[in-house]
């Protein structure tokens, strides 16, 4: 492959820092890293608790275990979503309501919600795909209005910002993943934002098996017992040492990929101004985390991946909606007359776009990209 879809970030200063870890003799969840590292996710973000967690999905099942998901427990979730935003909630016995996207940010619709709110709705998630987003402060309303939690599945948004604040910190609670494929990692790991105060000691339970060790480590009582529902969400030392080198280079990293954003937004530009692609207008500060078009439909979609692929480029498509998958196909689904869960993730391409990635490649891409639209 001439250009890979991604190669994963490193920093180069991951080995210095789990080396420290070896010499502590200290592994497990929370150490000295992931305290120091929980202190430097809390000044990027705002959010004053953050806790380092397994993966992002392991940060959603904790949620939908702190909000106290139950069986016959309502939560809307978007179709156009990772499996995993879903999973975390129906594993607790929730019914999921799914709803349609935003085309153009592919964000759920906040107009359909109101149809999909019931008395049983327990929970929204709001997943802010590529780190864009737009509509937060209408679902944060309507969260308020009818006592619904809202859980913000900001996988994709470290370093994103809607207004100048983080995302994941409008939420009751945010979920950020830092598995290889995001723009800093440590293979595979996430952190829980929780901005409700009232859950964090809740949290602090349930993420250590939901026994009160934490209290236990604080000297503040002589043994940890079994409390409550929990499970081993905590993120080991050695994965939040290799994190922790990746977060002192996010601004680097944001830098960077944004530059090699606006490549592509330059080179793609006519072809959006005549009509025969189109991308995202940028509405919030986000994170370059995936750039993306749309071409007609999805034959013109899978013959451009493939002529893309022919050529030693290697572009992907993304979800497909949860409403159309085997287990998805069983809960309700609420869209307007057009599904732009379908027709969208249909004409969805997503291009190479990672920090070592040299901007000729882009060149190159961008005019692949106007030759395969000549031809
Ligand atoms: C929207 C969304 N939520 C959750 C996840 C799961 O993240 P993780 O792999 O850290 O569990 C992903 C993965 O990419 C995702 O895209």
Redesign the pocket.
């Given at each position: 492959m001439k250009i890979p879809f991604n190669i994963p970030f490193v920093s180069g200063d991951e080995v210095t820092y789990i080396n420290e870890v070896i010499a502590n003799k200290s592994f497990s969840y929370p150490g000295v890293f992931s305290k120091k590292c929980e202190l430097e996710l809390s000044k990027i973000t705002g959010c004053k608790t953050v806790r380092l967690t397994a993966?992002?999905?392991?940060a959603?099942e904790l949620a939908a275990l702190a909000i106290d998901i139950n069986e016959g427990d309502e939560v809307i979730v978007p179709s156009f979503?990772?499996v995993?935003?879903a999973n975390a909630f129906v594993l607790r016995g929730a019914k999921l309501v799914l709803v349609d996207i935003h085309p153009e940010t592919m964000c759920l619709d906040e107009s359909l919600l109101e149809q999909a709110i019931t008395s049983r709705t327990k929970a929204i998630v709001l997943?802010h795909?590529a780190g864009l987003t737009k509509n937060i402060e209408e679902v944060r309303e309507l969260c308020n209005k009818h006592a619904i939690y809202l859980i913000e599945?900001a996988?994709?948004s470290m370093d994103s910002y809607y207004n100048n604040q983080h995302l994941g910190t409008f939420g009751d609670i945010g979920?950020i993943?830092?598995?290889d494929?995001?723009n800093i990692q440590c293979g595979?790991?996430?952190a829980i934002l929780i901005n409700n105060k009232t859950l964090i000691e809740k949290i602090d339970v349930i993420i250590e098996k939901g026994t009160d060790r934490k209290a236990f480590l604080a000297g503040e009582v002589n043994e940890y017992t079994w409390k409550t529902l929990g499970s081993s969400y905590g993120l080991s030392e050695i994965n939040v040492a290799f994190l922790l080198a990746q977060l002192k280079a996010l601004k680097k990293v944001t830098k960077k990929r944004k530059s090699l954003y606006g490549l592509y937004q330059e080179a793609l530009n006519p072809l959006k101004l005549s009509g025969l692609i189109d991308f995202p207008e940028t509405v919030n500060k986000h994170n370059a985390h995936i750039f993306f078009i749309k071409l007609k439909d999805k034959q013109q979609r899978n013959e451009l991946e493939s002529y893309l692929l022919n050529s030693g480029i290697a572009a992907y498509t993304h979800?497909s909606p949860l409403h159309l998958s085997d287990k998805g196909k069983n809960y309700p689904y609420f869209c307007f007359k057009r599904d732009y869960s379908k027709i969208e993730s249909d004409r969805l391409l997503r291009l190479p776009l990672f920090f070592d990635l040299e901007p000729d490649k882009i060149k190159m891409c961008g005019a692949l990209i106007n030759q395969y639209f000549k031809k």
């Open positions: 993966s992002c999905t392991s959603l979503t990772f995993s935003s997943v795909y599945d996988a994709q979920c993943s830092f598995h494929t995001k595979e790991g996430g979800y």
